[in-house]
């Protein structure tokens, strides 16, 4: 939903920071950097987490992430291996840059098994959601989440239950907006319904999978549709496919143990069909505009109607600096008719 800009003659054009472009949330209020960045692989890799990043790397990514203007960072408790690490790195820099806090959009998730082994250590009972809220303040060692996520349904709590433990960390200003993952329409449309209903928080945004060159929104269809008539903002998971939406798995280049697509044993099954061929296409596109295979990927997935915030991890700095400069790239009519003929729209 637009604001206008004119009203009481009051300038609201805060459009960007750092040159990146900002766009709002849904239709709430907050404003949010059109690339953002993933953390999942922050960690402490030397306590065999399961991060790719550690503590010096992160930090160097983090301050030129805010030097760029990728200030919407997106973690979840359950990073790295159930541990929390990805929250504790993130914590370590915002206590170094206590003044930088406004300037960050901290976007955590909740609700996977955490912090301890009873059954009520998961879901999203209002137990598991204040717990798990107040686990995650004090691993990012700050006074209030910007955007709480549920990482996913609960079938076995009811939803007026969660959403009330949300609409009371809310009133006590601990979290600020509200959004879900992986959910489905019906999952939407219930959260919704209900919220209306009891006059509780509504759902900003839905973190879902979405892989464009498949068409696979597989496991909940017709999400990004619904967000687009919903005011909700839709951020794709893993929008480079893990780094395949790069110029690093191109045909004919050499990969091996160290790059993530491999090390995960996944490259095979994401390269199905011709999807190498649709590379190919993509490649070439992209060195017709002096652009990256991410880079004018990630400027496709945000022209797409309701696209929220993009959140490609970087494992490095170089790779932060090339996806940032998607968030200013704005691409000829000509090149999104080729791109609509190798992408599935969603
Ligand atoms: N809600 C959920 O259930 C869920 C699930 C998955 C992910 N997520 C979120 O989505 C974020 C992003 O997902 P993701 O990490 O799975 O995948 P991604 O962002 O699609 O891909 C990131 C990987 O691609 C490579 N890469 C990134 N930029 C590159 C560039 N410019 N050139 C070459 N390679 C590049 C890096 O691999 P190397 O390490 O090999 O260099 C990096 O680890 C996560 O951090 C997390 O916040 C959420």
């Not at 206008?4 to 849904?26: N, T, V």
């Not at 209903?197 to 999978?209: A, D, I, K, T």
Request: proline share 4%.
């Amino acid at each position: 939903m637009a604001y206008d800009r004119r009203f009481y003659g009051i300038d609201f054009s805060f459009d960007a920071f750092h040159g990146m472009p900002y766009m709002q949330l849904g239709s709430s209020g907050l404003h949010v950097s059109r690339i953002g960045l993933g953390t999942w692989k922050f960690g402490y890799p030397e306590r065999q987490d399961g991060a790719r990043l550690g503590r010096d790397m992160a930090f160097q990514v983090m301050d030129r992430a805010l030097e760029l203007g990728v200030t919407f960072w997106d973690t979840a408790n359950r990073y790295n291996a159930s541990s929390g690490n990805s929250e504790r790195v993130i914590g370590e820099w915002l206590g170094e840059h206590r003044e930088e806090r406004r300037n960050i959009i901290v976007a955590t998730k909740m609700g996977g098994a955490m912090d301890g082994v009873t059954p009520n250590h998961g879901g999203l009972s209002r137990a598991n959601v204040l717990d798990s809220v107040y686990a995650s303040l004090e691993r990012l060692d700050i006074e209030y989440i910007d955007l709480l996520q549920f990482h996913r349904v609960d079938a076995q709590t009811p939803i007026e239950e969660s959403l009330e433990a949300i609409a009371d960390l809310r009133r006590q200003d601990l979290i600020r907006y509200f959004g879900l993952s992986n959910a489905a329409v019906e999952d939407l449309a219930a959260y919704q319904r209900i919220a209306r209903e009891w006059r509780l928080p509504m759902v900003c945004s839905v973190q879902n999978s979405f892989n464009p060159l498949t068409g696979a929104q597989a496991a909940q269809p017709g999400v990004l549709q619904h967000c687009a008539t919903n005011g909700i903002s839709f951020i794709p998971f893993s929008p480079l496919l893990r780094g395949l939406l790069t110029d690093r798995y191109l045909r004919g280049r050499k990969v091996g143990p160290g790059d993530r697509l491999v090390d995960e044993d996944a490259l095979a099954q994401l390269t199905e069909g011709d999807v190498y061929d649709k590379l190919d296409r993509l490649a070439a596109i992209a060195a017709g505009l002096d652009l990256t295979v991410a880079q004018l990927s990630l400027a496709y997935l945000l022209q797409l109607p309701a696209m929220g915030p993009l959140i490609p991890s970087a494992s490095n700095v170089d790779q932060l600096e090339e996806n940032a400069r998607a968030g200013t790239v704005e691409l000829p009519a000509e090149t999104l008719q080729e791109l609509r003929e190798i992408f599935v729209a969603g």
